[in-house]
């Protein structure tokens, strides 16, 4: 009878099973789950192997090999998230065009008045002084998100939010999972490799910290 740790490892790893040759092969056992299934297989294997080997897990052997593929595979399966939530530069709210058509104007002259220095004050005024500063920064800030470009931007970032909700929760299909040319697919593929000519996930150079190609 499997332990809990085993069953727990099995039923959470993202490790070719036996007999799968080709990363094709095993992309397609993929097919129709959600790319949060994968995720968080990934994550709850993360949990464990912290947990078995503290802080930074394994540096070597199969459990590291473990990691470091479900890591791969999670970046690959998880690699247009851009495309529904944009990096922070790359968010609508901040475009000329977002700022003029919400009253941006009256959210900067808003937050002039969190641009103080409570702790300054508290040394240079006192006590009272430093709680009136960290008030007039507590109701700028309430005043800020419920403006009216602090309102726009939290319903775009609640448009975000669903959008990548949406993403995750979409069951992959064969074309998805499929050599695209990306950067996550040719990692993934170079580690695939790597494991099947029984080479470690990567190498002690690269978990030295250093970007290498793997």
Known sequence: MKSFKQ????EHSLMPREGIQSLEEYLNELVGMTIREVLDKESYLSLYMMNKHGIGGASSGSDADMRDFARAVGAFVNRK????RPNMEDRGYYTQEFKEKHNFDEYEKLRQDTRINPLQIRREEGVEAYERAR?????ARERM?????????QALDDQYEQAVKDYHNTPMTKEYLTDDGSPEYQKLEKIFNRLKGGQAATSEYER???VVDV
């Not at 069953?7 to 099995?10: A, I, K, L, P």
């Not at 998230?81 to 529904?84: E, G, N, S, T, V």
């Not at 419920?146 to 309102?151: R, T």
């Open 81 to 84: 998230i851009h495309d529904h």
């Open 145 to 153: 998100r419920n403006s009216e470009y602090g309102k726009a931007v």
């Open 7 to 10: 069953f727990f490892v099995e």
């Open 135 to 139: 008030q007039q920064i507590s109701d």
């Open 208 to 210: 030295g910290g250093n």
